[in-house]
C-alpha cells in the first residue's frame, strides 16, 4: 500500500528530484561535451533502404542512425521509432528511412556543456543527440556516454551515492 505524503521513486534521472547529485559531482555540468566520445555514430543518407538503416543501428549498438544530406543533419531513426513505427506492422525494408525518420532534430554544438546535454535529455526524452558545427554532423553523444563519463570522472562519488527513496505507486499487483 502507499503511504500517504510520500514521493514515488522518479521514473526517470532528474536532476529536480535528486539536486544534491550534481552537487557531489563538481562541475560535471560545466565540462563541455567535447570531453565525451563524440565519435561513435553512424550516420546514412536520407535514401538509404529502412533494412539496411536497421541493421547498421544494430551492429552499432548506439541505439540510433542519423540521417545526413550533404554531411546535414536531415534527421534521426532512434530505437523508439523502430519500436513505435515499425515494428509489428507491414513495411517494406526497402524504403528509404527518410518516410521513417524524425526531421526535427534537437542538436547541440560541441562547445555545449554536459549539463546542458542532461537538461534537454532529460526534457525531451532523447537517448540521443547529434553534435553540429555550422550545420555539418561533427559527432553525437548519448545517454550511455554521459553516464560513463560521470563514473570514471567521479568512480568514488557515484559509488557511494545513496539509492534513490523506493515508494511503489500503486499496490502490489494493481
Not at 543527440?129 to 555539418?136: T, Y
Request: glycine share 6%.
Amino acid at each position: 500500500m502507499v503511504k500517504s505524503g510520500t514521493q514515488a521513486r522518479p521514473t526517470e534521472f532528474d536532476l529536480h528530484a535528486r539536486p544534491q547529485l550534481m552537487n557531489q559531482l563538481p562541475n560535471a555540468c560545466d565540462q563541455k561535451v567535447s570531453v565525451l566520445p563524440t565519435d561513435d555514430y553512424v550516420a546514412v543518407s536520407r535514401f538509404t533502404p529502412l533494412g539496411q538503416a536497421i541493421e547498421a543501428m544494430k551492429k552499432d549498438e548506439g541505439g540510433c542512425v542519423i540521417i545526413t544530406d550533404d554531411g546535414r543533419v536531415a534527421g534521426i531513426f532512434t530505437e523508439r521509432d523502430l519500436l513505435t513505427k515499425v515494428s509489428g506492422e507491414d513495411v517494406d525494408l526497402q524504403s528509404p528511412i527518410e518516410k521513417w525518420m524524425q526531421a526535427a532534430v534537437e542538436t547541440l554544438s560541441p562547445e555545449a556543456t554536459i549539463g546542458d546535454a542532461v537538461r534537454l535529455m532529460n526534457e525531451r526524452s532523447f537517448r540521443n543527440i547529434p553534435l553540429v558545427v555550422d550545420g555539418h554532423l561533427r559527432g553525437s553523444i548519448s545517454v550511455f556516454d554521459i553516464i560513463t563519463y560521470l563514473a570514471e570522472c567521479y568512480p568514488k562519488t557515484t559509488m557511494n551515492l545513496p539509492p534513490l527513496r523506493q515508494v511503489m505507486d500503486t499496490v502490489d499487483g494493481g
